[in-house]
């Protein structure tokens, strides 16, 4: 069975930065549009950024310049670099893979946390 396995996540101060990074154990994402998601206490889940397999990486608009999603197929990792963090950026940050319909190819990992002091 495929599990995702999100990493990276720790406290930071406003205007620093994390690398969070999320393999995908027994299965490969060369072939899959990969996204990162967050979930701030009490919010539903959201969408952060997605990197498609080919084509351009999007991002939600409050990261937007600040985010940058990488793929690295050798390593079979999706890193997400986050930088100029912000409290509001806190939150629990997992990866998934988006099909049609609003589903998701795997169950959700665990995640991981981040949490941005002011």
């Known amino acids: 069975q495929v599990q995702l396995v999100e990493s990276g996540g720790g406290l930071v101060q406003a205007g620093g930065s994390l690398r969070l990074s999320c393999a995908a154990s027994?299965?490969?994402?060369?072939?899959?549009?990969i996204a990162w998601y967050r979930q701030a206490p009490g919010n539903q889940r959201e969408f952060v950024a997605i990197?498609?397999?080919?084509?351009?990486?999007a991002y939600a608009d409050s990261v937007k310049g600040r985010f940058i999603i990488s793929r690295d197929s050798a390593k079979n990792t999706v890193s997400l670099q986050m930088n100029s963090l912000k409290p509001e950026d806190t939150g629990v940050y997992y990866c998934?893979?988006?099909?049609?319909?609003?589903?998701?190819?795997?169950?959700w990992g665990q995640g991981t946390q981040v949490t941005v002091s002011s």
């Open positions: 998934n893979v988006p099909i049609s319909g609003g589903r998701f190819a795997l169950s």
């Open positions: 027994g299965s490969t994402f060369s072939s899959n549009n």
């Open positions: 990197i498609p397999n080919g084509g351009h990486s």
